[in-house]
């Protein structure tokens, strides 16, 4: 790792500008003015696509009959929610349920996968 500290320093009517390296002037950028310096930039490596195992047991869970069923169940207080116009009925205990059998079957093999 490279520590750099670049300092300015005011010598009479002349300010000179030093790139230090752990306490040890590298370049004095004054004689530098008018050389060409070599840029070197890294390698771009290509990076792997990230795929989250959670979104991918999410989605695997959700195909089990009992979250199809607490699923269900969600869908018709929704429907029946929406039919009407006036109604203090949410179906927030059914979302919740339907979450909650999801996030079980989700933990059981979620941190296997992680590296």
């Not at 030093?18 to 070599?38: A, N, T």
């Not at 018709?76 to 009925?89: F, G, K, M």
């Not at 989700?106 to 992680?114: G, N, Q, Y």
Request: hydrophobic share 30%.
């Amino acid at each position: 790792m490279l520590l750099i500290s670049i300092v300015y320093a005011n010598k009479g009517s002349f300010q000179q500008c030093y790139i230090f390296d752990f306490g040890c002037c590298v370049i004095d950028l004054d004689k530098m003015s008018g050389k060409v310096i070599p840029v070197v930039r890294a390698e771009e490596e290509e990076e792997e696509e990230l795929v989250d195992p959670q979104a991918q047991l999410r989605e695997q869970c959700g195909q089990k009959p009992d979250a199809q069923n607490m699923w269900s169940k969600y869908q018709e207080c929704n429907d029946r929610v929406n039919s009407r116009s006036n109604t203090a009925e949410t179906c927030e205990e059914e979302l919740r349920d339907y979450l909650h059998i999801l996030d079980h079957c989700v933990t059981k093999d979620l941190f296997k996968r992680l590296k």
